[in-house]
């Protein structure tokens, strides 16, 4: 049976037996030692794997590649800049309404002109042989209608004077039937004769009918023509008014008095009809025209008030008339002075200005960034208490100008935001954030 020993430092076992040995401890084999640590690995490999599942998606960036702002609470000023550029109030655009070749500039781009002023003449062989034609032809069919006005007067006096010869027969014939119907009972003529009489008296009688009947009827007919003619001449009239007035248009005038721009003619050149000569502006009044983003479309209202400061004075604007075609983003609106307008301005300067679209009012606020566009406002990166982590957090925002957006809900006062752009991380749930 062996024996339990105990052995110690100051007392050494006892020498062993014939029968006695040593009983070694078992050691573990390599192959199990590689096996439970191979385990240990994997089963913590698991854990890191269902750690990060279960907290969504994530992805470590360093801390100095984004931009974190606070929520805070201040006034919110509702309005948002804008870059306007001056343009005249009013343009009359400058167009050819004949083509031709040019043969005279009497004017600079550039120049004040006068209502009525001539800027340009032009020369036009087709348009001067065609108003040529136009006109023989107009005259010629105006004296064929004169011709024929009158060979309807003429018909109408032959009528008259048919009439009037008729008339008189009938008053001398009806005489002589009375005188003859006396004779008859004294029986100084014979039956026949007084016969013969009536037979004539009654044609005639019948032939101015027939001559009345006709004449009725040829005035009405004139009559017709006559209002024919006169409307068919009004019209080669004026087509040959409208002929001499092409000629005309080879003369080109100013419609209204002003600054004469974009006019570049010179001699020779070949001027298409219809083609834009230039423009004419009023240099004395101006309005602002400015680019605005279509997220702002359904908040600018006809008559919103801004201003912009120049020189020390603050200048008052209007909204006059918005256009909601959007076009890289934007749509335009007019601006127009409430009151006098600097003396300064010029034609294409930029303005910088300020849209009121509400009053200012309190509210929750975080610094404008490029998220906002990232998300559609919808979402933010939030910065946990530890600052070490930042998590997808939905949020509810308001109105925005360029240097604050307005927290409706989502956020408390004090929270931590990413506010730059979270272009390479949009899909993430989770940012750890690396501040070292």
Sequence with gaps: MAQTLTANKNNPPPPLGGMDRPVAKAALPGRTLIKISAGLALLAAGYFVAADRFAGRSLHIAGDRVIIASAASGIFEDYIPVRARVAPLRTVFLDAV?????????????????????????????????????????????????????????????????????NYNIGRLTRAAARKKELIAKAHISQSEYDDLLDELQYLREKRAVTLESQASDEKLMAAQLRFFKEKTATMEANLT????????????????????????????????????GQISNPETFKLVADIDEYYL?????????????????????????????????????????????????????????LTLGDSEPALLVPNGQFFQDTGGRWAFVINGAGTEAYRRQLQLGRRNNRFIEVLAGLDPGEEVIVSSYGNFRDM???????N
């Design 242 to 277: 409208f002929a001499h007035r092409s000629l005309q248009d080879l003369t080109v005038r100013a419609p209204v008095a002003g600054r004469l721009s974009g006019f570049d003619m010179e001699v020779g050149q070949n001027v298409p009809r219809g083609s834009r000569l």
């Design 429 to 435: 749930d989770r940012l750890k954030l690396d501040r």
């Design 298 to 354: 359904d908040r600018i209202d006809l008559g919103q008030q801004a201003d912009f400061e120049r020189g020390r004075h603050r200048y008052q604007l209007r909204v006059a008339k918005i256009y909601p075609n959007v076009r890289n983003g934007q749509f335009q609106v007019d601006l127009k002075m409430v009151g006098a307008a600097p003396s300064d301005l010029r034609r294409g300067q930029s303005i910088q200005s300020k």
């Design 98 to 166: 004949q083509g031709g070749r040019v043969e005279e500039v009497l004017v600079e781009d550039g120049a004040a002109v006068a209502a009525n002023q001539v800027i340009l003449r032009l020369s036009n062989a087709d348009l001067q042989l065609s108003v040529m034609s136009t006109e023989s032809r107009v005259m010629e069919q105006l004296n064929a209608m004169r011709d024929q006005e009158l060979r309807l007067e003429q018909n109408r006096l032959d009528h008259k004077h048919s009439l009037v010869e008729l």
